[in-house]
């Protein structure tokens, strides 16, 4: 079955760029998604399509996918965005989660 | 504003069955994808199946001999039936939708958690 591997956590210091990747076998010929999850919180959409934006979504949250590797990246990063992020994409009609990544901030 | 709320009990016996529905408002179950994902305590997201077009459903490989979904459109209700529990079904269950064309999801439900237990 398809997987989508992400790390397991990713530091970053407030105001500098945290990068969260998502890894499957070409995953750059899919459609990727991003969630945002914070503790007790269902998952928001942060970027849909490789890298559009819902609106309400600060801009500072931006998307890339290409090859094998769809990468989430959050620009000028704030204490508020520590959170678990998830990846996901479609393989044979199903739905498939990274296994996520608690980004945090400090 | 679509709104998902899921319900159903809290606490299910080993062996029997989880049943679970998702009450959309603000707008129609009719041509959209309706899905349940669920999440163990402290653990990632696992997407269960989900039903479109009026009944046509497809579920996770790892959990489709036990997933049944349904849908009641007269009640804008879908449902989730897992079979033959064990502690390892112990999560929170969301219930969630993809829009036709979409391969994302828009919508989610607050979550509801069930834990298996005598």
């Known amino acids: 079955s398809y997987e989508l591997t992400q790390p397991p956590s990713v530091s970053v210091s407030p105001g500098q760029t945290a990068r969260i990747t998502c890894s499957g076998d070409?995953?750059?010929?899919?459609?990727a998604c991003w969630y945002q999850q914070r503790p007790g919180q269902s998952p928001v959409l942060v970027i849909y399509?490789?890298?559009k934006r819902p609106s309400g979504i600060p801009e500072r949250f931006s998307g890339s996918n290409s090859g094998n590797t769809a990468t989430l990246t959050i620009s000028g990063t704030q204490a508020m965005d520590e959170a678990d992020y998830y990846c996901?994409?479609?393989?044979?009609?199903?739905?498939?989660f990274g296994g996520g990544t608690k980004l945090i901030v400090l | 504003q679509v709104q998902l709320q899921e319900s159903g009990p809290g606490l299910v016996k080993p062996s029997e069955t989880l049943s679970l529905t998702c009450t959309v408002s603000?707008?129609?179950?009719?041509?959209?994808?309706w899905s349940w994902i669920r999440q163990p305590p402290g653990k990632g997201l696992e997407w269960i199946g989900y039903?479109?077009?009026?009944?046509?459903?497809n579920y996770s490989p790892s959990l489709k001999s036990r997933v049944t979904i349904s849908a009641d459109t007269s009640e804008n209700q879908f449902s989730l039936k897992l079979s033959s529990v064990t502690a390892a079904d112990t999560a929170v269950y969301y219930c969630?939708?993809?829009?036709?064309?979409?391969?994302?999801?828009?919508?989610w439900g607050q979550g509801t958690l069930v834990t298996v237990s005598t």
């Open positions: 603000g707008g129609s179950i009719s041509s959209y994808f």
């Open positions: 039903i479109y077009d009026n009944g046509r459903t």
């Open positions: 969630a939708r993809v829009a036709v064309g979409a391969t994302n999801f828009d919508y």
């Open positions: 996901q994409a479609w393989d044979s009609s199903h739905v498939v």
């Open positions: 399509q490789d890298s």
């Open positions: 070409k995953l750059g010929d899919k459609y």
